[in-house]
Nanobody
Framework: QGYLVESGGGLVQSGGSLRLTCVAS????????MQWSRQAPGKERELVAY???????YYSDSVLGRFTISRDNTKNMVFLEMNNLQPEDTAVYRC???????????WGRGIWVTVSS
């Protein structure tokens, strides 16, 4: 069993920045692929970024160059630094932890990020 808790969301003006933090209460955090995804009202969930246990990173085209994902395995934390935020970034952002062998997944409740124009 485990759980994830996101923080750092809120309201920001267009062009602004926010840093999301996810604290994971799971064993062997270092082995998990950590993901940030988002879901805007009326839209499907979108994978924004992930960071693997070997620190390889992925970013969606919509955030590449503006968002940075990082992790601190000593604190069981993953971060999403978001710069130059735009109104289309408005969504509920959620943190996920995944392993594939064996398949295991945990996710947080999500946190709102609202960008005003």
């Amino acid at each position: 069993q485990g759980y994830l808790v996101e923080s750092g969301g809120g309201l920001v003006q267009s062009g602004g920045s926010l840093r999301l933090t996810c604290v994971a209460s799971i064993d062997n955090f270092y082995a998990y692929e950590m993901q940030w995804s988002r879901q805007a009202p009326g839209k499907e969930r979108e994978l924004v970024a992930y960071i693997k246990s070997d620190l390889r990173r992925y970013y969606s085209d919509s955030v590449l160059g503006r968002f940075t994902i990082s992790r601190d395995n000593t604190k069981n934390m993953v971060f999403l630094e978001m710069n130059n935020l735009q109104p289309e970034d408005t969504a509920v952002y959620r943190c996920d932890a995944r392993t594939y062998t064996p398949p295991r997944e945990y996710w947080g409740r999500g946190i709102w990020v609202t960008v005003s124009s």
